[in-house]
């Protein structure tokens, strides 16, 4: 094994570490919804210019490509790494807890000789996701986003404010007949009230509502 890879391990397993919502159980809800946290996934935010993009076959992504379609994402052959556009330049690469450093130190060799920022983003942002019949229903109680699903479709990804936390709303592919889920990926510091806030826009489908921790007022 590749010491990066056992220092990843070792990040992991290391019982001393906490993710953002850690103090927090999953919630559920009428008819299978479900709220919980995709906790410790590794996240890169990488900068490269587009013209590149369009070009870059990285071995390290596992036949995943730099999407360059707004608001889209791709996702590998085994399903363990996922690219998502954020913007012309700037797209977030999401893997499996513990592989972010592996993945990082790969992705910068195989771009040697081009122009980039490669920045490990894993700690700064939590992910949460919500599955289930209502769960456009709860989120578009919280934002202006047309979440539609005319206009909001398996794959794709877009930010926006949700009372007063912006985050990156993604809807990941799943299995026919499963539940569609919604990852929200937003700031560490930030996850404790925006959970809080969807728990309470939750209220209606049977979900109990969590308050936060550090006692702010929520606004919806």
């Not at 919980?36 to 870059?56: C, F, I, P, W, Y």
């Not at 019949?133 to 989120?139: F, G, S, V, Y």
């Not at 912006?166 to 299995?175: E, K, M, P, R, S």
């Not at 049977?206 to 550090?214: A, N, W």
Request: some cysteine; proline content about 4%.
């Amino acid at each position: 094994m590749a010491p990066s890879d056992q220092k990843s391990e070792m990040l992991v397993d290391r019982p001393d570490r906490q993710s953002a919502l850690s103090h927090r159980s999953p919630l559920t809800g009428d008819d299978g919804l479900i709220m919980r946290e995709a906790s410790h996934l590794g996240k890169l935010v990488l900068r490269l210019a587009g013209s590149d993009a369009e070009t870059l076959e990285v071995d390290a992504l596992g036949g995943a490509v730099l999407p360059t379609q707004p608001c889209h994402s791709s996702v590998s052959g085994t399903g363990t790494v996922s690219v998502l556009w954020l913007g012309p330049d700037e797209w977030m690469i999401v893997s499996q807890a513990g592989t972010e450093q592996a993945l990082q130190t790969r992705f910068q060799s195989e771009l040697s000789g081009r122009h980039f920022q490669l920045s490990n983003v894993t700690d700064y942002y939590t992910c949460i996701d919500i599955a289930g019949h209502q769960n456009r229903e709860i989120l578009m109680n919280l934002s202006t986003l047309d979440m539609h699903k005319r206009t909001f479709t398996a794959g794709q990804i877009k930010g926006s404010i949700f009372g007063h936390a912006n985050a990156y709303v993604w809807q990941l592919h799943t299995d026919p007949g499963a539940s569609e889920t919604f990852r929200l990926i937003v700031r560490s510091s930030m996850a404790d009230y925006l959970w809080c806030l969807i728990s309470r826009s939750a209220r209606l489908f049977g979900m109990p509502e969590d308050t936060p921790i550090s006692g702010e007022k929520l606004v919806i």
